[in-house]
């Protein structure tokens, strides 16, 4: 009888471990058109055109009508950036950008790298492609791509892409020397948005795809955070074949498990794959994770339901998107700056690099086309797209910033990639990593590689 039992639970184990073992799925590549009107008959034209960006006296003359019709409203006493961005200090903001700002200046500065776009899948596709400006004999780069997320755009990327290009002039070893290349999501900045319902971020890991491959890479590296972060954890889903390592600052790993496991961390973290760090960053986890996601999270549940509403204001008003914009970078880069009257944006990040991001959305009017990407993408609930239960089959590298707006511990990543094969404490630095710390995020991929490469 014993030994039926027990032979009864073993056949038991066995067909639920072969039943439910993890299954490597890809996700079906699929095609699209989402330029206006129908699909034309005709192969796509697949020309890859340089592009550089422009502006002009009239341009900046609108924005500086705009910006003197601004009407100020007092902020309430000992508010700082509780109530969000304290009007006191965006005067102050304001004053510069209409008086000091030099969008000329900074137009140049953009037109560093070179800049291109092509057409894909009816959509004219904006990037910047920095090669090396040498390299050591014998050696071919590394394609990297990386992509940025919203409030952000491919301008946060402009520090770090000299330290993975040109290393060896930037205090760092050859070892690895990357070719970089940093496309604008559709609907924000120089990159066309659709005219059609739907386009989420796995059509956008479709697209990013197709542009390698029209650059002529089989196989490439991959980099994002915010929904870089996702439509990049999509181009792995989609061609793990293609991606040869995906590095990540920030993931979308919640789960059943991982709310469990947050509940019962304090006490039993330990026994659950947390370390001293994680319950440092965690807990007490009211005020850590609960408390801080609701007090940052306001926009999404706007930009998840209705976003053209609050994006036509946005787009009329440069103090209002500068306002919307610039609060972001102040609590997303650490929450305790809302402590603070001017929010901290200064400690980190520069004046002419902050508004630089904002004129990227003012002057292309895409506040509001970069706000659809939220519906598309949350706007039918949590976990209701394949891709959010499918695991990710490739090599992985993961960055925890200590500052982001909530802590990932390595058991919650493993779960979501299984082939993660780094994962590192970062030292400082919060949701903008490229941005704000362009040395840190920089050494932590070529760590990721170096481990990649000795496997």
């Not at 050696?139 to 770090?160: A, N």
């Not at 902050?354 to 292309?364: A, I, R, S």
Request: aromatic share 14%; hydrophobic share 35%.
């Amino acid at each position: 009888m014993w030994l039926e039992i027990l032979l009864t639970s073993v056949l038991g184990f066995a067909i639920y471990w072969f039943i439910s073992r993890d299954k490597e799925e890809t996700l079906p590549l699929e095609d699209g058109w989402w330029g206006p009107g129908t699909r034309p008959a005709g192969r796509e034209d697949e020309s890859i055109h340089p592009f550089k960006v422009e502006t002009s006296d009239e341009e900046i003359h609108d924005l500086h009508q705009r910006i003197d019709k601004f009407r100020f409203t007092p902020p309430l006493e000992d508010s700082c950036f509780h109530y969000g961005f304290n009007s006191n200090y965006l005067k102050k903001v304001i004053s510069y950008w209409r008086n000091e700002f030099d969008w000329k200046k900074q137009v140049e500065i953009l037109n560093r790298y070179p800049h291109f776009k092509t057409k894909i899948e009816g959509l004219d596709i904006h990037f910047i492609h920095v090669k090396p400006p040498q390299l050591p004999a014998g050696r071919t780069p590394k394609p990297l791509l990386m992509v940025h997320g919203w409030p952000g755009s491919f301008y946060e990327f402009y520090k770090i892409i000299p330290l993975l290009t040109d290393p060896k002039n930037h205090g760092l070893s050859d070892e690895h020397v990357f070719e970089v290349i940093c496309p604008s999501i559709p609907g924000y900045g120089f990159s066309e948005a659709s005219s059609k319902k739907g386009f989420n971020s796995v059509a956008t890991a479709r697209i990013f795809y197709k542009l390698m491959l029209r650059l002529g890479f089989q196989e490439f590296y991959i980099q994002g955070g915010d929904w870089g972060a996702l439509i990049c954890t999509n181009m792995a889903q989609l061609v793990p074949s293609h991606v040869k390592g995906l590095h990540l600052n920030m993931a979308l790993v919640l789960s059943n498990f991982s709310t469990l496991t947050l509940l019962l961390g304090r006490r039993f973290g330990r026994f659950l794959g947390y370390t001293e760090r994680d319950v440092e960053l965690l807990y007490p986890v009211k005020e850590k994770v609960f408390y801080s996601l609701m007090r940052e999270s306001g926009y999404m549940h706007i930009q998840c339901t209705k976003p053209d509403t609050v994006g036509s204001a946005l787009n009329d008003s440069p103090v209002g998107l500068a306002a919307y914009i610039l609060e972001k970078f102040s609590t997303w880069t650490n929450t305790e700056f809302r402590y603070l009257e001017d929010g901290g944006l200064e400690r980190k990040f520069s004046l002419d690099d902050l508004l630089t991001n904002v004129m990227l959305y003012w002057t292309t009017a895409t506040i509001v086309s970069s706000q659809r990407f939220y519906k598309e993408n949350l706007g039918q609930g949590w976990m209701t797209q394949k891709h959010e239960r499918m695991k990710v089959y490739v090599p992985t590298g993961f960055s925890a910033f200590p500052s982001e707006l909530m802590h990932t511990p390595e058991k919650w990543v493993r779960l979501k990639y299984p082939k993660l094969i780094s994962y590192s404490y970062m030292a400082r630095g919060g949701h903008f990593a490229a941005f704000e710390e362009p040395e840190l995020l920089a050494q932590d991929i070529r760590k990721f590689l170096s481990v990649l490469e000795r496997q």
